[in-house]
């Protein structure tokens, strides 16, 4: 399965977004993009299309997507009756590892990749391994049994505490380690700061 194996604190840098909980330290020590000479570039000003392909490189590397994926759920997201750029939101946030990062079964989206990609989890009472995979309302995730008795699982509250809050489109049992769909995500359910309609105007050119 492809993905994308480079350092997510240099990617943050790049982006200058946090895109994984160990990168906001960093962020703070070391604000310029890698590789950049201190002072270089400050009265740089970008282009509209800078501003449109950095938004796209973040929200991809954010969500974990390669590019062939991402522009492939873009033209999906056009396809559709509505705003695409919430459409695409709403897409990326309904992957089953988002989902697991959303309902604090991981640390960071990466992590909850890891443990899909590894079999953890069944959805709907079968075993996947895809994370990619769309939910649906109804849909079901739960820990394996066999899962149960992994380190990683008995430690899980320390490796990955419980959210201060749960999406409501998402009912949570943390204890028995199990997700359901109750809803689809709106807008306000993702990432604030992500500026949806750079997306779309890159993608239209």
Same mark, same amino acid.
Request: hydrophobic content about 30%.
């Given at each position: 399965m492809a993905r994308d194996t480079q350092s997510i604190v240099k990617m943050s840098r790049r982006e200058g977004y946090a895109l994984h909980p160990k990168a906001h330290k960093v962020l703070v020590k070391r604000t310029s993009p890698p590789g950049q000479q201190q002072g270089r570039n400050q009265r740089y000003k970008p282009s509209q299309y800078a501003l449109q392909l950095?938004?796209?490189?973040?929200?991809?590397?954010?969500?974990?997507?390669?590019e062939r994926q991402f522009?492939?759920?873009?033209?999906?997201?056009?396809? @559709?009756?509505?705003?695409?750029? #919430? *459409?695409?939101?709403?897409?990326l946030e309904r992957r089953l590892d988002n989902i697991i990062y959303r309902a604090g079964l991981a640390p960071s989206r990466r992590?909850?990749?890891?443990?899909?990609?590894?079999?953890?989890?069944?959805?709907?009472? @079968?075993?996947?391994?895809?994370? #990619? *995979?769309?939910l649906a309302v109804g849909d079901a995730v739960s820990l394996r049994?066999?899962?149960?008795?992994?380190?990683?699982f008995k430690r899980l509250d320390d490796t990955s505490p419980a959210p201060p809050t749960t999406p409501g489109w998402l009912k949570v049992n943390r204890s028995k380690r199990q997700i359901t769909v109750s809803g689809l995500p709106a807008r306000e359910d993702a990432e604030p700061d992500i500026k949806e309609q750079l997306i779309v105007e890159y993608y239209s050119r």
């Open positions: 950095r938004e796209k490189q973040k929200v991809k590397r954010l969500y974990g997507l390669l522009a492939r759920l873009m033209d999906e997201a056009g396809r @559709r009756p509505g705003e695409s750029g #919430s *459409i695409l939101l709403e897409f992590s909850a990749r890891q443990l899909v990609s590894h079999g953890h989890f069944m959805l709907n009472g @079968r075993r996947v391994d895809i994370p #990619s *995979i769309r049994p066999k899962s149960q008795t992994t380190d990683y």
